[in-house]
């Protein structure tokens, strides 16, 4: 069983970066793929970025592409989000999720997820 505990997020205005993580525990981290998801009030989850294993290929979602970056440090157990140039509409709930068979954009294929964290942006 993984646990995954994120945190970073807060409240920020529009042109601001923000880097929010996720601490992994109770697997072998090295041994998923790494997501992070979003979801807006009244809106439903929509899949933000993935990274492999081993770290050396990520995709990204088109309205972050460009402007997020996501890593990983499996000695830290620990996948990042780098957010830059944040817009109000990515206020939003972030959710990082583990799976060891994973459909790029699929939140369904994700077998854990952490209790998300709060990022506001404001004009």
């Known amino acids: 069983q993984v646990q995954l505990v994120e945190s970073g997020g807060g409240l920020v205005q529009a042109g601001d970066s923000l880097s929010v993580s996720c601490a992994a525990s109770?697997?072998?981290?090295?041994?998923?793929?790494m997501g992070w998801f979003r979801q807006a009030p009244g809106k439903e989850r929509e899949f933000v970025a993935r990274?492999?294993?081993?770290?050396?290929?990520?995709v990204y979602g088109d309205s972050v592409k460009g402007r997020f970056t996501i890593s990983r440090d499996n000695a830290k157990n620990t996948v990042y989000l780098q957010m830059n140039n944040l817009k109000r509409e990515d206020t939003a709930t972030y959710y990082c999720?583990?799976?060891?068979?994973?459909?790029?954009?699929?939140?369904?294929?994700?077998?854990?997820w952490g209790q998300g964290t709060q990022v506001t942006v404001s004009s």
């Open positions: 999720a583990a799976g060891s068979d994973v459909l790029v954009t699929a939140a369904g294929s994700y077998d854990y």
């Open positions: 109770g697997g072998t981290f090295s041994k998923y793929v």
């Open positions: 990274i492999s294993r081993s770290g050396r290929s990520t």
